[in-house]
Every structure is written in C-alpha cells, then in structure tokens.
C-alpha cells in the first residue's frame, strides 16, 4: 500500500484542512496511527498499513507537514492543539471503538489524549520510542551521542556553538547518529524518505526546537508525564529498538509506569523498529490487539449473563 497516494479524504479544524488515510477491511476495531516528528508526515508508517487485514488502519498529516495545510501560525502549534486536532479527527471519522498507535511525538501525544479524560477513550495504547519525558529523551540522546566517532561529536559540538546546525557538515555528522539510532536499514526505505520531504520545519520548531539534541526550546520543553502514568488504564504495549535513540532504560520506566503494560523491546532496531523489524513488529502488535480485543469480548460475554 503505497500512503503517498491521494489522501481518503480531510478532516475541517479551524486552522486548516487535515489529510486522513483509511486502509484495509473493516471489522474489527481500528487502529489509529499517530506519528512522530513533531513535523514528520504519516507515510514512513506505511508498513503498519499490514494490520488491515481484519480491521481498518487510519492514518493522518498533523497540521503543518505532509498534505495537511499549513496555515496555523507558529504560536497556535501547541501540545493541546494537536490534541484537539486528534479528538476532532476521532469524532470527524465517527470511531467509537479503536486503538491508538503512536511513534515517538505520537505517542506523547497519545498520552496527552488518554490523560486529557477524552469523549471517546481508545480500546488500547500502543506506544512506540516514546520515553515519557523530555529528561529522559535528552538524557538517553545525549549518552548515545558521546559513543560517536570523535570527529563527528567535534563537528557537531562546533556547530552547535556557533549556532550552524543548518550547515552541510552539521547535517553530515547528525546523519551518523541517525543511521545508528533512528533507522538501521541500509539505504533507507522509500516511505522514510517520502516522509522526511514533506517534514514540517516549522512544526518541530515550535514544538521542539532546532536540534534533536536540544536545548528544547519550543512547547515541549519541560514537558513530563511520569508522575501520570498511573492514570492511564487502558491495556498498554511499550515497544522500541535496542538500539533506539528512546533508549531502552527510558522505555522502561514508562511501561514500569503503567500497571499491567507490556514491554518489548527489538534487538536489531532502533527508532523505527516497523521498518527495521517489520515482520517481528507487526506480529508482536497483531498478537496484543487480539488478546486486548479477546479479553473484551469474554469480559461483556460474563457481563451478558
């Protein structure tokens, strides 16, 4: 399924149209796709389009990347905006039952869904290299990075002082640490890179900043849910790559955080184990959405009688 294609159709939010996706055969319940970025388009996370077998598989362009419009200004692209904008492509699809998916941002902004107390809570969670707070990103990125070559972490200390993280050799020495934490596959897969040209420059800097590995100066700043996690009730699945920017240690601490959540983690990945890992992956998700929706079904089954 190629989700470069022409979109399903778009969703109306105030700021601007959305552009959805809906793939597969309806059935069972659906899954929602958020991804990361901030500012990164849906289409790097085409293969979970695999999932369609039995259900439908949506996806969607946040504001500001891919074929969703651009017009918020910079200072409407917010954590509750994006939010809003995810409740209102829920409500606007008519979804009563689904499972929310999200890599990275996504699954930050899946969290701030569940804790926001929604009109329509998801069946699931299934949360992808999303630690759950900015100390914990940071401090995994930041350790990751002094295990790069010397003359890499020199090019990109001096970039970083001067404040010429758009330069040629700053993007060079940023794509070493790339290649080993956010996607290993050798060259890099066509939805990655269909993504990554429709990338929302101005999205991650509002949400985030200039630099992957800060100062995080935009709306995510001192962003933090650990002391939350405790709230989230719905049944969880915690996945990232052993060699994943999100380091393991951090993914930990959030399934730690969630009573009865699952935690895999893919030994030949890293930020994007549904590209690297794609088979091993999609069969870890099949298994948790069949054994949540199982569950639910012999739960209303004893209800019943």
Request: hydrophobic share 40%; proline share 9%.
């Amino acid at each position: 399924m190629n989700l470069s294609e022409k979109p399903t159709g778009f969703v109306t939010m105030p700021q601007g149209d959305v552009a959805y996706w809906r793939v597969g055969t309806p059935g069972r319940p659906p899954v929602v796709c958020l991804h990361g970025g901030p500012g990164m388009p849906h289409s790097y996370l085409e293969p979970l389009a695999r999932l369609g077998t039995d259900r439908e598989v949506i996806f969607y362009d946040q504001a500001g990347c891919g074929r969703s419009e651009r017009r918020p200004p910079r200072s409407s692209w917010s954590i509750p905006y994006f939010i809003e904008e995810l409740r209102t492509v829920v409500a606007a699809l008519g979804l009563g039952e689904f499972h929310l998916f999200g890599n990275s941002w996504g699954g930050w902004l899946a969290l701030e869904y569940v804790l926001g107390d929604p009109p329509a809570m998801p069946v699931s969670l299934l949360l992808n290299s999303s630690p759950p707070s900015i100390a914990n990103w940071l401090d995994g990125v930041h350790a990751l990075r002094a295990r790069l070559p010397e003359d890499v972490v020199r090019t990109l200390d001096e970039h970083e002082r001067a404040g010429t993280v758009g330069s040629r050799e700053y993007r060079d020495a940023f794509a070493v640490f790339n290649r080993r934490h956010m996607c290993r596959v050798r060259p890099w897969p066509t939805p990655l890179k269909t993504a990554l040209g429709g990338f929302g420059d101005e999205v991650y800097a509002a949400l985030w900043g200039s630099s992957e590995f800060g100062p995080v100066t935009g709306a995510l700043k001192d962003w933090d849910v650990t002391p939350r996690l405790p709230e989230v009730t719905v049944p969880t699945l915690v996945t990232c790559g052993r060699h994943d920017e999100a380091v393991p240690e951090h993914m930990a601490t959030l399934a730690d955080g969630v009573d009865g959540a699952r935690f895999t983690v893919f030994e030949h990945s890293s930020h994007m184990a549904f590209l690297e890992e794609p088979d091993a992956f999609l069969a870890e998700l099949s298994a948790f959405l069949t054994g949540v929706e199982t569950r639910r079904r012999s739960l209303s089954t004893r209800r019943g009688r």
